[in-house]
């Protein structure tokens, strides 16, 4: 029994319909990370350092829950990222002697640039974890720690966001993000089956309203820190 599970599996992850619906489930789980994120970061734009503050330490307090999660998260991310650098070999070994028409025609600028959006956001992940979880790095040097070691959420974003090239680092990994939501969304209905064109153009739609929303939640609170609406 367990072979035959680890066969479907195998042949799951080989076959492109596989590597794409795992792909779609893959990503919509991270865009439910991506909403329950910004909302928790909402709480920043009270100006009320208690409100982010409370909400972050009751997810330190969830202790292993919060591990189960993260560990969710990263496999979600990994499975992703695989398969998403899998997917493109396999596209470039099917025309190794390259198109003799112009296919952009038919793919949008967002499909054709999926995998260089996709490895902004990889290298954005990446700064990010090593910015504010693992406190790595901050820009405002020993008031950043000190913020850190308190785990003063709040006066982190504060302090790193007062610096321009900061905000305006992760308002254009932001855009990278709002990029590939807006076809990765759109088109992962067609990965789990719905090819009807009045369902593709609702989700058409749909990801082009959340990406946007996204990408506006998140460029809040570099942008009102930066315009000192909260400090
Ligand atoms: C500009 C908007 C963003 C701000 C202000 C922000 C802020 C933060 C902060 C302060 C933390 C640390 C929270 C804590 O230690 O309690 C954090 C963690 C994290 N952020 Fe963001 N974030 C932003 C965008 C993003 C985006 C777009 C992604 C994913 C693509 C992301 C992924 C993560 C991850 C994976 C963690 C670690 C969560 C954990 O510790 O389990 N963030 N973020």
């Known amino acids: 029994m367990v072979a035959n599970a680890a066969r479907g599996l ?3 992850f080989s076959s492109t319909l596989g590597i794409k619906v795992l792909m779609a489930l893959t990503g919509l789980g991270m865009v439910g990370f991506l909403v329950t994120h910004v909302s928790g970061n909402a709480l920043a734009l009270t100006g009320n350092p208690e409100h982010i503050n409370a909400y972050a330490k ?4 969830l202790g292993p829950l919060l591990w189960v999660a993260r560990g969710g998260l990263i496999a979600m991310f990994l499975a992703h990222l695989v398969l998403a650098f899998k997917l493109s070999a396999r596209n470039a070994a099917a025309r190794p002697v390259g198109y003799h028409f112009n ?3 038919e793919a949008s600028w967002t499909s054709r640039h999926m995998i260089y959006t996709g490895v902004v956001i990889l290298l954005f992940v990446l700064v990010h974890l090593a910015h504010y979880t693992l406190g790595l790095w901050g820009a405002s040097g020993a008031a950043f720690k000190t913020a850190f070691d308190n785990h003063d959420v709040y006066r982190m974003v504060v302090l790193e ?3 321009p090239a900061i905000a305006g680092l992760y308002v254009v990994a932001m855009a990278a993000m709002l990029l590939h939501i807006w076809h990765g969304f759109g088109s992962l209905w067609r990965s789990l089956g719905a090819s009807h064109p009045k369902l593709q153009e609702g989700a058409q739609k749909l990801s082009m309203a959340l990406a946007v929303l996204l990408f506006l939640g998140f460029c809040a609170v570099p942008s009102a820190v930066l315009f000192k609406l909260i400090k």
């Open 161 to 163: 966001f007062s610096n």
């Open 58 to 61: 009751k997810l330190k307090d």
């Open 10 to 12: 195998k042949a799951l």
């Open 103 to 105: 296919s952009a025609v």
